[in-house]
C-alpha cells in the first residue's frame, strides 16, 4: 500500500506560479511511476505530468513548457512546478503513483486560476 498527500494548491492570478508536493509513504520502494492528474468541474481526469524511475518525463501538450515534474531519488515527494499559469488550468489536482499492479491516488488539491 501507498499513501499520498497532496499540498501547495490555492488561489492565484493568471501568470502567476504555484508548486504542488506529494508526499508518499508506506511500499514506495515497489512504485514505478507517479504523475499528476487533473479534473475540473464536469470534466474528466485527465493526465498532466508524469515521471518514470528511469527519470522520464511525459506531459500534456496543453502544460508543456509551463509545469516541471520532479521527484527525489527515494520516490518520497514528486513535485509540479506550474508556472504561467491560465485560467483554465484551474482544476483539482490529484498525485497519482502505480506500483505495476495498483494505481493510488491522493485526496487533490485545488488550483485556482483567476483572469
Known amino acids: 500500500q501507498v499513501q499520498l498527500v497532496e499540498s501547495g494548491g490555492g488561489l492565484v492570478q493568471a501568470g502567476g506560479s504555484l508548486r504542488l508536493s506529494c508526499a508518499a509513504s508506506g511500499s514506495i520502494f515497489g512504485i514505478n511511476n507517479m504523475g499528476w492528474y487533473r479534473q475540473a468541474p464536469g470534466k474528466q481526469r485527465d493526465l498532466v505530468a508524469a515521471v518514470t524511475s528511469g527519470g522520464t518525463t511525459n506531459y500534456a501538450d496543453s502544460v508543456k513548457g509551463r509545469f516541471t515534474i520532479s521527484r527525489d531519488n527515494a520516490w518520497n515527494t514528486v513535485y509540479l512546478q506550474m508556472n504561467s499559469l491560465k485560467p483554465e488550468d484551474t482544476a483539482v489536482y490529484y498525485c497519482?503513483?502505480?506500483?505495476?499492479?495498483?494505481?493510488?491516488w491522493g485526496q487533490g488539491t485545488q488550483v485556482t486560476v483567476s483572469s
Open positions: 497519482n503513483a502505480n506500483d505495476g499492479l495498483l494505481d493510488y
